[in-house]
């Protein structure tokens, strides 16, 4: 046993959802713990990772599983991990560290603090990721040099906060602590915001259901136009959750936005040239403080 008794070497990890997130850190925590469980909702996935020996064992129902792990990581979209932390107490009798990629934390950690006293919950979310959301998309280096965001409870205890770090040194992330409310309020800037102007910028550019310029807009869209609107590729099922779960953060974001917007409109419609360059340089020299 390592710090605090916890040695994940030692430890079953019970995986909740085996899509990109959490097939990826399946493959990752290979030969770093002593079993890697997969539970999801859907046979062909389960049936794919034993194929591939993504996990030891695998099964829909997760009271078949969840008894023999030490911990366990919840790795489907923010609503479905609210739910099945509300579940959890019927489906695990035993104590056990309760860890979550959601990505989205006041609502997650919300729940996790209503749980019973046998389960040492904490909070995380890795800023790494894809659009193909599945199973066969998974990679074993996803999280390699990744930031990971690590968010504690009140009542998360050290031997969790050990567990989460071996853990993240298992798949090599590296921990950033951070407040909840931090994190959702920096998320809405730096991942959702972005979301919804890849998605705006998409629909004005081929307007529902299909524009007859389609094809010559895809003829003529260089690298900025598709770097831009890429995170519009992102499933909704993955985004409406985070969306509505940070609504007053992603809605305090778009009001920024809209007035960054205006303002060269504004500049625009006048003709000022002078105020037009002031905010293209402006732009620049903020995009340089964090893309270095």
């Not at 099964?59 to 790795?75: H, S």
């Not at 104590?95 to 209503?114: A, E, N």
């Not at 031997?159 to 950033?176: D, F, K, S, T």
């Not at 730096?190 to 310029?213: D, M």
Request: with cysteine; proline share 5%; aromatic share 4%.
């Amino acid at each position: 046993m390592s710090e605090e008794g916890f040695s994940l070497q030692d430890s079953t990890v019970a995986l909740i959802g085996l899509g990109l997130m959490g097939g990826s850190l399946a493959l990752a925590l290979r030969g770093h713990c002593r079993a890697i469980f997969g539970i999801d909702s859907h046979q062909a996935t389960l049936e794919l990772a034993l194929a591939k020996n993504v996990v030891d064992r695998a099964e829909v129902d997760p009271a078949k599983l969840l008894p023999q792990a030490d911990v366990v990581v919840f790795a489907t979209p923010v609503p479905m991990i609210v739910t099945l932390l509300e579940q959890l107490p019927d489906l695990m009798p035993n104590r056990c560290i309760v860890f979550d990629l959601g990505s989205t934390k006041r609502l997650i950690l919300k729940t996790m603090s209503q749980l019973p006293e046998r389960f040492d919950p904490i909070g995380g979310h890795p800023i790494c990721g894809k659009e193909k959301l599945s199973l066969e998309n998974a990679e074993d280096g996803l999280y390699r040099s990744a930031p990971f965001v690590l968010t504690a409870l009140p009542r998360s205890t050290l031997r969790a906060r050990v567990a989460v770090e071996q853990l993240l040194r298992a798949i090599g992330a590296h921990a950033i602590w951070m407040d909840a409310s931090d994190h959702d309020r920096i998320l809405a800037l730096t991942s959702q915001l972005p979301f919804l102007v890849s998605s705006a910028l998409a629909s004005v550019l081929v307007p529902a259901p299909v524009a007859a310029e389609a094809q010559e807009i895809a003829m003529l869209a260089g690298p900025g136009l598709r770097s831009t609107s890429r995170l519009a590729a992102t499933p909704s099922s993955m985004m409406l959750g985070v969306l509505e779960s940070n609504r007053d953060n992603v809605l305090a974001a778009i009001d920024l936005l809209k007035n960054e917007l205006t303002a060269f409109e504004s500049a625009l419609s006048s003709q000022d040239s002078n105020k037009l360059q002031s905010l293209l340089v402006r732009s620049r020299n903020a995009y340089q403080t964090f893309a270095r």
